[in-house]
């Protein structure tokens, strides 16, 4: 299970950091808001902890942030600011559970291991992704559009996968190559537009409506005409 805790207080990292590894989590640090952005967004997390008042970002900014961003995995906030009011606004950003300091280990530990549990059944119950007449069934690795079984190779079903999960969204080349080839920069732009156009033939040729669609100067989108 892993866990990103973002905290700028070296000492409170510490402590959390080490009790969470000795029951046997992992964990991920980042000491401020827009380091924790990058690993959340880049990175499957079971459970993200974040204290409020961090460098770059704070807690409730990142938040809203990974909302907008479709990124739904549980997220627990630390804070001191610990008044109704201020956990009204945790909860609005976008937060599943707030627990403010000081608190007990024990207790702390109960709220991550709920939420851990919150988001294994919300996995489990997500494992075929959606959009118009197209599915992709994530355990048998399945693809069918209309009922009709489509074959995709191991790169071209990681690819629909990201359209699916992040459907009606203009999506660059750039953040594909981010986050399918693994690397920084647009310099497999033409290696995208062969995939992209290998996944027009098989998911798009012979039906009635087209999904996959450009958005010129910008990237690409999965919607429906």
Same mark, same amino acid.
């Given at each position: 299970?892993?866990?990103?805790?973002?905290?700028?207080?070296?000492?409170?990292?510490?402590?959390?950091?080490?009790?969470?590894?000795?029951? &046997?989590?992992?964990?991920?640090?980042?000491?401020?808001?827009?380091?924790?952005?990058?690993?959340?967004? !880049?990175?499957?997390?079971?459970?993200?902890?974040?204290?409020?008042?961090?460098?770059? =970002?704070?807690?409730?900014?990142?938040?809203?942030?990974? !909302?907008?961003?479709?990124?739904?995995?549980?997220?627990?906030?630390?804070?001191?600011?610990?008044?109704?009011?201020?956990?009204?606004?945790?909860?609005?950003?976008?937060?599943?559970?707030?627990?403010?300091?000081?608190?007990?280990?024990?207790?702390?530990?109960? !709220?991550?291991?709920?939420?851990?549990?919150?988001? /294994?059944?919300?996995?489990?119950?997500?494992?075929?992704?959606?959009?118009?007449?197209?599915?992709?069934?994530?355990?048998?690795?399945?693809?069918?559009?209309?009922?009709?079984?489509?074959?995709?190779?191991?790169?071209?079903?990681?690819? =629909?996968?990201?359209?699916? !999960?992040?459907?009606?969204?203009? /999506?660059?080349?750039?953040?594909?190559?981010?986050? /399918?080839?693994?690397?920084?920069?647009?310099?497999?732009?033409?290696? /995208?537009?062969?995939?992209?156009?290998?996944?027009?033939?098989?998911?798009?040729?012979?039906?009635?409506?087209?999904?996959? &669609?450009?958005?010129?100067? =910008?990237?690409?989108?999965?919607?429906?005409?």
């Amino acid at each position: 299970m892993k866990i990103l805790l973002i905290e700028d207080e070296p000492k409170t990292v510490q402590s959390l950091k080490q009790g969470l590894e000795e029951n &046997h989590y992992t964990v991920d640090v980042a000491y401020d808001g827009l380091m924790g952005k990058q690993l959340a967004t !880049r990175t499957a997390y079971q459970l993200i902890i974040s204290d409020i008042i961090i460098p770059g =970002m704070n807690g409730l900014e990142l938040c809203k942030s990974l !909302r907008a961003e479709g990124i739904q995995t549980p997220i627990l906030m630390l804070t001191a600011l610990s008044t109704t009011d201020d956990k009204l606004v945790g909860f609005e950003a976008g937060a599943d559970d707030y627990l403010a300091k000081p608190f007990d280990f024990k207790e702390f530990l109960a !709220r991550v291991k709920a939420l851990i549990k919150r988001s /294994i059944q919300t996995l489990i119950e997500a494992q075929v992704l959606k959009f118009a007449d197209l599915e992709l069934d994530l355990t048998s690795k399945i693809v069918t559009r209309s009922g009709q079984k489509i074959n995709l190779t191991a790169k071209e079903f990681q690819l =629909m996968e990201y359209f699916l !999960r992040n459907q009606e969204k203009v /999506i660059s080349k750039a953040e594909i190559a981010e986050n /399918i080839w693994e690397v920084e920069d647009e310099g497999s732009s033409n290696l /995208i537009e062969v995939y992209v156009n290998y996944l027009r033939k098989k998911v798009d040729k012979g039906f009635p409506s087209k999904l996959i &669609h450009t958005q010129f100067g =910008m990237g690409y989108i999965l919607r429906q005409e």
